[in-house]
């Protein structure tokens, strides 16, 4: 999607700190950290939010959870935890139409989130 800043983060277009890569996945640091990690966990292909996922897109989603639990390992928060989230729609806070996973780690995190 060329107005995408996601997408244009993957093509490096916009500058990111990445920190993981493979072929079906990216991830960056969030601009606006809300944890000691923040990072943000999306898939190359543009898939606007969780609305518009196919059955086609279920080993996608499950890479971007594979992709956090190596992060969080690799960073060392494995084992204190960590959370992942993934916002759909504005009610819920989405800004950004390329669905990303938000993963959170190095703090006490509260439950229910606001
Ligand atoms: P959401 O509100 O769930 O859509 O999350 C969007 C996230 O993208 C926010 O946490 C922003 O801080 C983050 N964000 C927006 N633009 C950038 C950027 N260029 N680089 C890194 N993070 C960004
Ligand atoms: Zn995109």
Known sequence: MSNC???KIID???????????????A???????????????PKK????????????????????LAAKKIATDTGYADDGYRVVMNCGEAAGQTVFHIHLH???GRSLSWPPG
């Open 5 to 7: 800043i996601f997408c």
């Open 12 to 26: 490096g277009d916009i500058p990111s700190q990445k920190v993981y890569e493979d072929d079906d996945v990216f």
């Open 46 to 65: 543009h898939i606007s939010s969780i609305n518009a996922l196919t059955a086609d897109d279920a080993e996608t989603v499950g890479k971007l959870y």
């Open 103 to 105: 993963l959170l780690a």
């Open 28 to 42: 960056f640091k969030d601009l606006n950290a809300q944890a000691p990690l923040h990072v943000l966990i999306i």
